[in-house]
């Protein structure tokens, strides 16, 4: 079974520019998560799918953050201006339900941002 | 906002030892997952206990949930060197939000 798909590795950006991630999750898998991971601290939920329905965006900064997820299948996750403060891995995440709740997640590698 | 809450931040312990992480929420749950992260890496699932469940086992590792302290614990019996990373746990609850912590690191000294 292939895992989670995630692409470029690494990025490096100045602020105010804009930077794109894409993610390929498990085939069949409905659920789909975008986690923002600063040095040192716990994933933080940005945005989560259900087949290609946003169940939560509720941390997502909408102002500058965009994610859409087309045919419920590949997703993408956009950031436009960036800031310093955006610097972090982004992590994709796939996964489908058992007993009608969320079964265990896979994550990709992850993307590297770094903001200059 | 997180979830669940680790407990300690940072364990250090000499290889062979049992190492016991712990973990609380602050509402109800319709299941309890860990994780473990190398550095650099992606999370790896570990275990997934549901909230009628009290008790798990996988190879080394035990999970316990008692659902009326809001708290789970993750114990890793004869720790190896290889057992050194991070380990979270995340809730999932009605909303089927998927919620992490921010970790235990965990260090095994040879």
């Known amino acids: 079974e292939a895992g989670v798909a995630q692409s470029p590795r690494y990025k490096i950006i100045e602020k105010r520019q804009s930077v794109a991630f894409w993610c390929n999750p498990i085939?069949?898998?409905?659920?789909l998560y975008w986690y923002q991971q600063i040095l040192g601290q716990g994933p933080k939920l940005l945005i989560q799918?259900?087949?290609?329905?946003?169940?939560?965006d509720s941390q997502l900064p909408k102002d500058r953050f965009s994610a859409e997820r087309l045919k419920g299948v590949d997703s993408t996750l956009k950031i436009q201006p960036a800031k310093l403060e955006d610097s972090a891995v982004y992590l994709c995440?796939?996964?489908?339900?058992?007993?009608?709740?969320?079964?265990?997640?896979?994550f990709g590698q992850g993307t590297r941002l770094t903001v200059v | 906002s997180q979830q669940g809450e680790e407990d300690p931040q940072a364990l250090s312990i000499q290889e062979g030892e049992n190492a016991t992480m712990n973990c609380s929420y602050k509402?109800?749950?319709?299941?309890l997952q860990w994780y473990r992260q190398n550095s650099g890496r992606g999370l790896v699932h570990l275990i997934l206990?549901?909230?009628?469940?009290r008790e798990k086992h996988s190879g080394r590792l035990r999970v316990t949930l008692d659902t009326s302290k809001k708290s789970s614990s993750l114990l890793i019996t004869a720790s190896r060197a290889a057992d050194t990373a991070s380990y979270f746990c995340?809730?999932?609850?009605?909303?089927?939000?998927?919620?992490f912590g921010q970790g235990t690191r965990l260090t095994i000294n040879p």
């Open positions: 995440a796939s996964s489908s339900t058992r007993q009608g709740a969320i079964a265990e997640a896979f």
């Open positions: 085939s069949g898998h409905a659920t």
């Open positions: 799918f259900q087949n290609n329905g946003v169940v939560d």
């Open positions: 509402t109800s749950i319709n299941n």
């Open positions: 206990i549901r909230s009628n469940e």
């Open positions: 995340a809730t999932v609850k009605g909303a089927q939000k998927l919620v």
